[in-house]
Nanobody, 122 residues
Framework: VQLQASGGGLVQAGGSLRLSCAAS????????MGWFRQAPGKEREFVGC????????YYADSVKGRFTISRDSAKNTMYLQMNNLKPEDTAVYYC????????????????WGQGTQVTVSS
């Protein structure tokens, strides 16, 4: 499985960005896809995950109500819509492919994209 994350950039606080994660090299209908982020000097942390087929989603408390995961099955792409961004959202964001159940920890995911930088200025 290959994952390609894109869409990061520099945005002012209160702004929005949409990250994309294009998946290839496998079938994903039974998988959960996760989003994680890693700020400088900090551990990689869970942002959210979603089932590829059923649209079930889970979010970290820190982003609940601001971030939304969606997917385009025809394009094999999952998205992370980020609204009302805050400076503390600044991090490298990663997408990952997991198993057929919700997973919330880094070690539970086998395949990772390369990461895309999100910087939120105050």
């Amino acid at each position: 499985v290959q994952l390609q994350a894109s869409g990061g950039g520099l945005v002012q606080a209160g702004g929005s960005l949409r990250l994309s994660c294009a998946a290839s090299g496998g079938t994903f209908s039974e998988n959960y896809m996760g989003w994680f982020r890693q700020a400088p000097g900090k551990e990689r942390e869970f942002v959210g995950c979603a089932s590829w087929s059923g649209g079930v989603t889970y979010y970290a408390d820190s982003v609940k109500g601001r971030f939304t995961i969606s997917r385009d099955s025809a394009k094999n792409t999952m998205y992370l819509q980020m609204n009302n961004l805050k400076p503390e959202d600044t991090a490298v964001y990663y997408c990952a492919a997991g198993a057929g159940w919700p997973q919330f920890r880094v070690y539970e995911y086998e395949s990772w994209g390369q990461g895309t930088q999100v910087t939120v200025s105050s």
